[in-house]
DNA sequence: TATGAATGAGAATTCATTCAT
DNA sequence: GATGAATGAATTCTCATTCAT
């Protein structure tokens, strides 16, 4: 819902409605209509990280880490329209609910994966010339525009993961060693 | 106001005083609170796609104008935290106010940045095999991500400045031909 | 609960928690929030009046039966500030609760007290001059006064019965006959 | 408003039809429903302050500045059942109110009284032997009492100035030294 | 008897917008 | 053009009460 009508367009009524429970019953649940959505985003990003490092224990190479963390942005929202618009567009409403919220989680995703580059530039795969956690936040920025106008276009099936590849393509010859 | 508490949280009352002038008279000027927020979108994505195209007609080689669209960009927010917030934050208030407003002046300047992609492409400077509004895409998503984690941290002065280098320099050593 | 938060402020739940039962086995109990006040309110007042009547049996002249309703007035409250916020504060929370439920029970005991004056009148101990009613109202108010004022305050111990005795001596002098 | 339905039951939009304005209009002149009562007992308070204080100095012995005291009070509410309700009734709705915001100005008028008293012990017309303020607070007591069995009762027009004398003769035979 | 999760009616308050001056 | 007092629609959240277990 917050998705197809914006965070604030929404009312809590709507989503109970939505959820087949009284109006009451989310106030059960979530503490404020701002938890809703700060619990949506927080389960997802939750799920990304623990998936992820899942994901990364079975990648031995540099290369492979970094594929395996643009497969995983991208493929947790592709599919899911509404969850991508809600992450890269609604979630941004107010600057209070990003950095109260939203920025000790989003930190620890940004933290992992710098921890790839960094490993990747110890290991001389990577280029040592540039701040890991620079590169996270273009990787992570990169990942989350291509979400985000994906979302807002016409949101292809399988667009998202084609999109991976390539992006994946760019930035790994950008950041491999010469 | 916008950036410092949030498109929602700002009362038209309070950007009227912060204007100094009467609530009223902020409606002879703007139609609504929408209004204030887009204009402030278009006023400065119309400063940036006239003053890169004034800075790309003097920049002959695909990698000078790449350089020139990434410092561009970034160099718009130096200084400007509250407009980076305003930006990469606030704007992004609903989906409505995207698609309807803010998604076509943006294409405009997605479209600016594939144009720079794609002739590089044709005059063999750039790979070939990835698509140019893609790579656009992720031009801009890895910019407004180094801005926005900018804005919500520190956002230390020539912060986003040295990390431009940094960026052009991982972004343009994918793109190039080998 | 009432008298620290007022009836208003303090939720049934919370009544149930501090009773250590479930909400709902309060309405196994009372009909209402409100009748848990008024069966409060009830229990004293009835109690206060039966106390009352057999203390009255023990009390010969006039002079010692005012003393007495005096007495036994600030006594009931002695020690229980909450009790006396509740039965001179929150008690008062509606009209319709007072003229409904409290009103007749509170008339009673105008009722014994006005009783007390019109009989020390007939034997000549108390002027005549006055209504007998109207010195019941009197007396009532100024006991409720003096424990109202004590509740808010510093309720200090043994504050009323010190003053009591005062109250005492100035009515007394005030209704005895010349 | 208050005094026919109860502070609680009162609508605040009912109180803005009355009034003629808008619900919103309330909220320019009083901060909350609350502050709506409280303004109401405080203007009260004030008035009756200031009146006093003007009678008080037109009157020499401590006789008839009792008998003043009294009079004002009664006075207030003479004909104003309504507003008698709301002083003596549906202001002690919460604790907090009374104590937060009607005490500080209560203590005020409790104190005029006490210092009538007071004089009046010191040029002998008084008995010495209770204290001023324990005084104070059975008058107002005595005459709130009155009060709220005339608003609770059936009002008569004229009832409480003849109460007036009836309890002024009272305490004032009580509290003459002998 | 006791429970406590679910209910949903209800109300205070906010604030974008208007328009008489 | 500018003002700012007045508007009133709109919405979150609370909490007394119920009832299946």
Redesign the pocket.
């Given at each position: 819902m917050f998705a197809r009508k914006g965070f604030?367009?929404?009312?809590?009524?709507?989503v109970?409605k939505a959820a087949?429970?009284?109006?009451?019953?989310?106030?059960?649940?979530f503490?404020?209509?701002?938890?809703?959505l700060v619990s949506l985003f927080e389960d997802r990003i939750m799920l990304l990280l623990a998936t992820l490092e899942r994901a990364l224990a079975l990648r031995p190479t540099p290369q492979e880490r970094l594929r395996c963390v643009i497969e995983m942005q991208l493929g947790l929202l592709e599919g899911e329209r509404d969850l991508a618009e809600v992450i890269t567009v609604n979630l941004r409403q107010s600057t209070r609910l990003m950095k109260q919220y939203a920025a000790p989680k989003f930190m620890l995703y940004l933290d992992t994966i710098a921890r790839v580059i960094a490993e990747g530039q110890k290991s001389g795969a990577f280029r040592p010339d540039v701040s890991p956690h620079l590169v996270a936040r273009t990787i992570f920025g990169a990942l989350d525009g291509i979400a985000m106008t994906w979302a807002l276009g016409k949101a292809e099936a399988g667009g998202l993961s084609r999109a991976a590849t390539q992006v994946a393509d760019v930035l790994l010859s950008g950041l491999l060693a010469k």
């Open positions: 604030y367009a929404t009312k809590v009524s709507e109970a087949g429970v009284a109006d009451g019953t989310i106030y059960l649940y503490k404020s209509k701002d938890d809703l």
